[in-house]
């Protein structure tokens, strides 16, 4: 199950792990998973650009080491980059051991202390091993752009009808979430620009 917003009750159970990020400001936190692409990548660049807008880049280590001129990009430009795997494995069907290696070989060539699991799945000894090194970032808000039985339009009412400040959001910069991200980010940058919030990335101070 996915919770477009997420529960309180889970945050709780999982309080070691970073789900927002206290704010009184307001600033709200883009995150994009599953990148770099080149059909998709720099499009989101060019995007958070003009709008003056920084975001977190929870890369897989596969796609750095076969696109390292986006993953140079990302960095150039002022945004946070994070470790999202290098095979995209599923934490509750991966031994432990296997797990950690597979995020430690995207750690050669993402070289961030932050880490997000794929699909939010991990279990707890895999936790346990990655904490040692680690800043664990979820999520408060789930797009689901990468969900093509939905529209855009429901994309960017999953955003708008759970975001407040603080709140870290996610996206992906992958292929099968190109179409509704085409439609949704735009919407999502101009609605709350409007409104007075700024774009920031995460930081390595919260690790």
Known sequence: MIFVKTPKFIKKTFSGL???ITEKRKTIYLTFDDGPTPEVS???????????????????????ERYPELLKR??????????HTYHHKK????????????????????????FRPPYGRIRPRQLLELKKKYQIIMWD???????QQISGEECFSNVVKNTKE?????FHDSLKAENNLQYTLPKVLEYYKKLGFEFNKIDYLFS
């Open 18 to 20: 970073t789900w927002n």
């Open 42 to 64: 720099p499009w989101v660049l060019d995007l958070l650009f003009k709008y003056n807008a920084k975001a977190t880049f929870f890369c897989l280590g596969e796609n750095a």
């Open 74 to 83: 990302i960095i150039e430009e002022g945004h946070s980059i994070g470790n």
């Open 91 to 114: 934490g509750f069907y991966t031994r432990v051991k296997d797990y950690v290696e597979d995020v430690e070989l995207a750690n050669h060539l993402i070289r961030s202390n932050l």
């Open 141 to 147: 808000v789930i797009s689901c752009d990468y969900n």
């Open 166 to 170: 603080g709140s870290i959001i996610v």
